[in-house]
């Protein structure tokens, strides 16, 4: 995937998500079209995070520091807006799966253990968002995308149950669009600052 075409795929997530949490938080129940596309914004969100801390010379642990404090500072807008305490926003949700990548990396085996089997019952998305973001991580970092395909389409399986439906898999014809070139600029801090005012704009409004 280009640098890019890395950003349009996070900025096209962006316009999903939003749709999917106006939805919710105006409580107009089920929306045609909104609402099954709002499936599809987190696992393109978790491939191309999945392909950032595959490339050569990423921080892995820097990645986890980041999503984990900005996680922390939109918890309390989350809270607020959904009225829910647990399970806890989706950026600590991919803090946790950074975080096992990690482990995978380090050979922590005990602390990949405690952070992939009780830990995410906490977050949203729980144990198919830690697979979804582990399995593509090991098919970017090793180069095995095309000739194990099948096993990141499995990925998706527990996602699917997840969600009830099977309108995540849309991410991966979606995915294509990572390889264009627009010499879109990048916005590191840009999606984080959106995520914690968006759900607060939304939630005082609804």
Known sequence: MTSSGRELLKW???V????DHAVKLFHAGYVPVVSELGRVAFPVFALVMAYNLAQPGSDVAKSVK???????????????AFGVLLPVNVLLSFALAAACVLCVQDRRWWLLCL???PVPLLVDYQWSGIVLV???WWLFATNRVDSHFWLGAAAFVPLCLFNGNAWALLALPVMALGQVDLHLPRTRWAFYGYYVLHIGLLA???
């Open 12 to 14: 096209v997530a962006v």
């Open 115 to 117: 952070f992939a089997v």
């Open 66 to 80: 980041r999503l984990f404090v900005w996680g922390v500072v939109a918890q309390p807008v989350y809270a607020w």
């Open 134 to 136: 582990v399995v593509w």
């Open 16 to 19: 999903l998500m939003t749709g």
């Open 204 to 206: 005082a409004n609804s």
